[in-house]
């Protein structure tokens, strides 16, 4: 896709979205390794790390949207879902407080921003992400992260009705399996956002 990213992307009017790249989820805690297969075969982590240092280096935002649940399960609707449903039966599944709630360390930095949440799928629905961005002037929202079943789709979904432009960079993002991911992509993602490897990104924030 031909676009202008120094127009779609300035840092300034930027945030980077990263989604749930928690140790429980994709990192050394992880209980889904057809995900972190895909990730891992697809350069997902340090790509992913590469994008959050260039825009901390620009001046862009850099949010960590994360899940987790309490023990109680307070706050979380825990039967609405199947994927829930099932996550749930475990009952220290992503813990607040616990090591697998924490960003992997190769995307952690203290100057990020956190949204978290404690139901659904995707970061704006009853987060504050929506009025943190807007407090920070943000017009566009680049998407990293995962995944491209559930959660990158639905972060771009509601970024676009709440009128953000959004990118996605193609090479910090993964689904399961990974050829559903590139389904996704190819078929949903393209008409929501602009599409970008990292590389594009970093050059266009270097000039």
């Known amino acids: ?21 928690q140790r429980g989820v994709v990192g050394d805690l992880a209980k889904f390794p057809e995900l972190v297969k895909s990730c ?13 240092a260039a825009a901390r280096a620009a001046g862009a935002r850099v949010v960590q949207c994360t899940a987790a649940f309490r023990a109680d399960r307070a706050g979380t609707h825990t039967d609405n879902a199947p994927f829930i449903k099932g996550l749930l ?19 952690d930095d203290p100057a990020d921003l956190e949204a978290r949440r404690y139901h659904g799928f995707s970061p704006f629905t009853g987060t504050s992400l929506d009025q943190t961005l807007r407090s920070m002037s943000v017009r566009t929202v680049v998407a990293v992260g995962v995944s491209l079943n559930l959660g990158i789709p639905g972060l771009c979904l509601e970024a ?20 559903y991911g590139d389904a996704v992509m190819a078929n949903t993602i ?17 000039t």
Request: proline share 4%.
């Open 1 to 21: 896709m031909a676009i202008d990213l120094a127009e779609l992307a300035g840092p300034r009017h930027t945030a980077l979205l990263v989604m749930e790249m």
């Open 89 to 107: 039966r475990d009952p220290g599944h992503m813990l607040e407080g616990t090591g697998a709630v924490e960003v992997v360390p190769e995307l």
């Open 40 to 52: 891992t075969e697809r350069g997902v982590t340090g790509n992913a790390a590469r994008a959050a």
């Open 190 to 206: 393209s008409l929501l956002a602009a599409r970008v490897t990292t590389d594009d990104l970093i050059a266009a924030w270097r």
């Open 160 to 179: 676009v009705n709440l009128g953000y432009r959004v990118v996605v960079l193609t090479d910090a993002v993964a689904g399961m399996p990974a050829e």
